[in-house]
């Protein structure tokens, strides 16, 4: 029989053994001694809090149980309770990584607008707001709360962030009714994945509360979106601190991974040593710097698409010129796309990314009616190994075929391409073909 990680002897006839007996009488010991040290502990505690009680020193459950004791900030009282607040100053004069935390006042009012689908107001970059939320769970639903929420903002002494804390699930109506007083100084919300995972979660907590959330009246740019076209085809993850590593260049140390977030507010909530919150504050006010330093880069990228101005930018290497050049030619420019395809080819790409790269340089010169360009390029594809071959062997037939009318030679390329990647398109042109020259030998025989 078991309890408790401790096993008892039982005899043949279910009475415990003289050496049973014995064991139990030293893990009882062991127990009461565990016990002793434990209730020594807290006695401990209980006595400096009470001699701080009694100095004036602290609130009755002790210091180190309080967020305020561990980081600066402050418990704000409204009509809907308490909870906590803290706010960082990070000084114009600093870089966060590569970037320059003064330059970001001086953004323009419109900056926004390229990458946020024409959806965005222009507003002065101190009326942008930059929300993150740590939560009780990474899936979202009406049962996970946000207990931390971010807010950064562009001043003229830097990038402050003010963050509302949730101590405690009572404090939920407090910290809401505190954010949504905040957003009334601003005109757009910026986040990163905010628009699947923040808002929609903050929405539920203000009905839950039944409270109208405060969002509809914000523009809001979901940097994600604008991040992926720009970097997805030179790095493997477009995570944050993916981006922060390899294009800010700022590497953290020692930071509370946000998978483990939620299990240690939950250590919190079972233990109130608030010591634990400080790594979490930290976390989520670096994420927001962060994201305020993106969102200096990722639009500029999309504004002007010229090699000045995408260099002075920063876009420089040839996955970044792609990804632009995508975006450009899923929005009809074709011109702009070609340009910026090529330039990616001769920055430089992984072998992957050429191939698809030139193969989007072929289709744009032919759609802009300039085959011998196209031909060139599907030659070049056409004459070593890679995915598109195949396509770019029956370009070529189709070229020879109706610009040539050279019959033998489109047949050819299209016995080729068959090789690669038969089709029942390909077996009706090797038809016509066949039936074509065919023709003409019969004529020639007469």
């Not at 989007?360 to 196209?374: F, I, S």
């Not at 610009?403 to 690669?420: H, K, P």
């Amino acid at each position: 029989m078991g309890g408790g990680g401790y096993t008892w002897q039982i005899n043949s006839e279910g009475a415990l053994g003289s050496r049973g007996v014995e064991d139990i009488e030293n893990q009882l010991a062991r127990l009461r001694q565990r016990i002793a040290a434990i209730d020594g502990k807290f006695a401990a505690r209980r006595g400096a809090e009470s001699a701080s009680v009694e100095a004036g020193l602290a609130p009755t459950r002790g210091a180190r149980w309080f967020i305020e004791e561990w980081s600066h900030g402050e418990v704000v009282r409204n009509e809907f309770g308490e909870h906590f607040q803290t706010e960082r100053l990070f000084g114009r004069h600093k870089h966060h990584g590569s970037a320059d935390i003064g330059a970001l006042a001086e953004l323009p009012h419109d900056f926004l607008d390229v990458v946020g689908e024409n959806e965005i107001p222009a507003s002065p970059p101190e009326r942008w707001a930059f929300l993150d939320t740590e939560t009780t769970g990474l899936s979202g639903g009406t049962g996970t709360y946000a207990f931390l929420i971010g807010v950064g903002r562009i001043t003229p002494e830097g990038f402050r962030v003010r963050q509302f804390l949730m101590r405690e699930y009572v404090e939920e109506g407090s910290l809401l009714a505190a954010l949504e007083s905040h957003l009334a100084d601003f005109d757009v919300l910026i986040t990163y994945n905010g628009k699947s995972y923040d808002q929609p979660l903050l929405e539920t907590r203000y009905r839950m509360a039944w409270r109208k959330p405060p969002f509809a009246r914000l523009g809001h740019l979901d940097l994600l979106h604008g991040a992926r076209r720009l970097w997805k085809l030179r790095l493997e993850s477009c995570r944050l601190m993916e981006l922060e590593q390899h294009i800010l260049g700022f590497e953290r140390e020692g930071d509370l991974p946000g998978e483990l977030i939620p299990h240690v507010y939950f250590d919190y909530l079972r233990t109130r040593e608030a010591h634990h919150l400080v790594p979490i504050l930290h976390h989520n006010a670096i994420d927001i710097l962060t994201l305020a330093c993106l969102t200096a880069i990722v639009p500029a990228a999309f504004r002007r698409t010229d090699s000045e101005s995408l260099s002075r930018a920063g876009v420089r290497r040839g996955e970044e010129l792609a990804g632009i050049a995508k975006w450009l030619l899923s929005s009809n420019e074709h011109e702009q796309a070609l340009a910026l395809f090529k330039r990616a080819v001769e920055a430089g790409l992984p072998d992957a990314l050429l191939f698809r790269s030139l193969w989007n340089v072929a289709l744009l010169e032919k759609k802009l009616d300039r085959p011998q360009a196209a031909l060139q390029v599907f030659t070049e594809l056409a004459g070593c190994r890679n995915e598109y071959r195949g396509r770019a062997l029956e370009e070529l037939a189709k070229h020879y075929e109706h610009e040539e009318s050279n019959a033998a030679l489109a047949l050819e390329f299209t016995e080729q391409a068959m090789r690669f990647e038969a089709s029942a398109g390909l077996e009706r042109r090797r038809a016509r073909l066949t039936k074509r020259l065919s023709k003409a030998k019969s004529r020639r025989l007469l």
